[in-house]
């Protein structure tokens, strides 16, 4: 992990930190950097002096140093901001992730003659572009995006991506509609439905969100989630999709179909302290029954270990709500994690089923996935599932639900509400039910 620095002086500073960024880069630009300032920390310094303000920050520094370990280089950028580079490539959740894992470290007081710190942090992260060589550039990107996470009102991180620096008009115009999409009304729920593999009987459905906008037609979950997040604006998205999933139900209820919703859950939400008074007073206005919903995360947040992701899903689930973990086998996420959660369902990711009856592997890895639901007790969901071959090959390995095109792409409402009712076998071979000799 290396030793640790005995005094602030030994940490490379902004210019010696350079260096060693432009040496990085230039031996393997597949890197990102990320800008640690310390909130507030000049109140410390004026409030119990700057030698022991010092000897907090050493405390941080430290902290930090051994949080992302001897992979990364680390150095002090200015008085209260450290940065930190992480070699590899790195989508936003990944740098979400490593901001989610300092924040929650950092819950743990630092203690010095009788005082105790709570360190917060603003932070703001990139990913180096794979034809990068030019340091400056890319801490001229770090320093935009903490800039940035300095300015947003809900949450104190900000990824910029190098490539969408500069924002296109549309784009620009996209975040602004979104405000105005709430309030007329463009946003819509569709539904994925989820089929019992054995009886093709329809027993679930994935709530998707799609945009009915004015301009650019039906837009997909992708361009909607990226201006709420450009626009600090996820929670307010999540909490409206949670309440749509809520209205669903009661009206599927209404209507006699007996199904569990899913709704795809992110990361904001579930470090969000009313996510649980929002589960709350959703189940007291709608009067439902909250294990016919199921809440839905990706592999890489479920299996992050975070203590606040584990203490809200228990929460959930003891209000009666199922968690699922989605994309399960597409992330490098440590398995041993998944043995701490309490889950209720595991989604196959779709790249395991689509090459299946060519790929003995991908049939190995759902076997095992298989396996591992057996001893968690959950069930298990493949995705992505194209042809009558696929299905069959599920069947046999023990898998019972499923959904993909085969069945159906995510429809509206009124759309799924009649198929519901039909029998998907309808206007099909009987080679749905059978497997051909």
Not at 131 to 155: F, G, P, R
Not at 171 to 197: G, T
Request: proline share 3%; charged share 25%.
């Amino acid at each position: 992990m290396g030793q640790a620095h005995k005094t602030l002086a030994t940490i490379p500073n902004r210019y010696a930190f350079l260096d060693r960024i432009d040496e990085a880069v230039t031996h393997d630009n597949k890197l990102s950097l990320m800008l640690i300032d310390v909130v507030r920390f000049s109140d410390v310094s004026s409030s119990l002096g700057y030698q022991v303000g010092d000897i907090i920050l050493l405390a941080i520094a430290n902290r930090i140093k051994y949080l992302f370990g001897r992979e990364i280089l680390f150095g002090r950028m200015s008085g209260d901001i450290f940065g930190i580079v992480i070699p590899g490539r790195h989508g936003d959740r990944q740098l979400r992730y490593h901001f989610n894992h300092l924040v929650e470290h950092f819950k743990t007081p630092i203690n010095f003659d009788g005082h105790a710190f709570i360190a917060d942090f603003n932070v703001g992260a990139v990913a180096n572009e794979p034809d990068n060589q030019d340091t400056i550039k890319l801490l001229a990107a770090a320093e935009s995006a903490l800039k940035q996470a300095k300015e947003n009102k809900y949450e104190n991180l900000h990824i910029l991506n190098m490539s969408q620096k500069g924002q296109s008009g549309r784009s620009l115009a996209l975040k602004a509609d979104l405000k105005r999409a709430f309030q007329n009304d463009e946003l819509e729920i569709y539904f994925q439905p989820k089929v019992n593999l054995n009886t093709l009987k329809i027993v679930g459905a994935e709530c998707l969100l799609r945009w009915n906008h004015p301009l650019d037609g039906v837009l997909f979950p992708g361009a909607l989630i990226e201006a709420a997040e450009s626009y600090n604006m996820m929670n307010e998205l999540g909490n409206w999709t949670l309440e749509k999933a809520f209205q669903s139900a009661l009206q599927f209820k209404q209507l006699g179909i007996d199904i569990v919703l899913s709704v795809n859950m992110s990361p904001t939400q579930l470090y969000d302290f009313k996510f649980i008074p929002k589960l709350r007073e959703l189940q007291k206005l709608y009067d439902i029954d909250l294990n016919c919903l199921e809440l839905e995360l990706t592999e890489d947040v479920a299996l992050s270990n975070s203590l606040m992701v584990k203490r809200q899903l228990s929460e959930a689930r003891a209000l009666g709500m199922r968690v699922s973990v989605d994309d399960f086998g597409k992330g490098y996420s440590n398995l041993a994690y998944i043995r701490e959660l309490s889950l209720d369902a595991i989604k196959i990711d779709k790249t395991f089923v689509l090459r299946l009856e060519e790929n003995p592997v991908n049939l190995a890895i759902i076997e095992a996935a298989k396996v591992i639901g057996r001893a968690l007790k959950c069930d298990i969901v493949a995705e992505g599932i194209e042809t009558i071959e696929q299905m069959h090959m599920l069947r046999e390995i023990g898998i019972e639900c499923g959904q993909g095109f085969l069945f159906s792409k995510a429809i509206p409402r009124m759309d799924f509400i009649q198929l519901y009712h039909t029998d998907l076998m309808v206007g099909t071979s009987q080679s749905f039910m059978s497997r051909p000799a």
